[in-house]
């Protein structure tokens, strides 16, 4: 499912004809991306294949851990694709702004800054009780904390620089990742008329 809603709104956006890795993204967050990343892959593909080359990854989880990671797994591939909709031309898998990107604070965005980072967050905890494989969960943990870090203050430092006040304000009224107390409507509204900083 998730391969599906990827490619089909990395087509309808227009990012692959944009180059994998925009200039702005430095070569070791690149690198360790890679050093999670391709440890990821290749368990994944054992573990779909159902290959027993890595017996010493799996550990042993109870049934209904394993039913938790499938709901929670169903549910950030759920927001992901409620993400890529509410963003429909502004996707970019990169930390590239687009000359009419807009700054989005419907939907998800509502909530939170950076839904799709939870999401993929809670994607790979899922897929780590569902595979009861630790490699996997280890990688996707490393793969999408290194954005949530490494990649997030330069990401929103451009956001900054490109929408300025607004989004100064849609901060100060949004959580990272988890959604703030209180009413988003009421905090952006106070944001707004500079009471809530």
Known sequence: M????R???????????????????E????????????PLLA????????LPLAPWSFVALPGLARWTGASAALG??????????????NFSPTIRLRRHHQLITTGPYRLVRHPMYAAYLLLFAGAFLLSSNWVIGAGGAGVILTLMTVRLAREEAHLEERFGPAWLTYRDATGAFLPRLGSPAGRLHRAAAGEGR
Not at 2 to 5: A, G, K, S
Not at 27 to 38: C, D, E, P
Not at 43 to 50: G, K, N
């Open 7 to 25: 490619l089909f709104y990395r087509l309808a956006s227009g990012a692959f004809r944009e180059r994998l890795y925009a200039d702005r993204e």
């Open 2 to 5: 998730l391969t599906v809603i």
């Open 76 to 89: 950030a591939v759920l927001l992901i694709a409620a993400v890529h909709r509410t963003l429909g031309g």
């Open 27 to 38: 070569w070791h967050f690149i690198a360790v991306r890679g050093v999670f990343g391709i």
């Open 43 to 50: 368990a994944t593909i054992l573990f779909v294949l159902d």
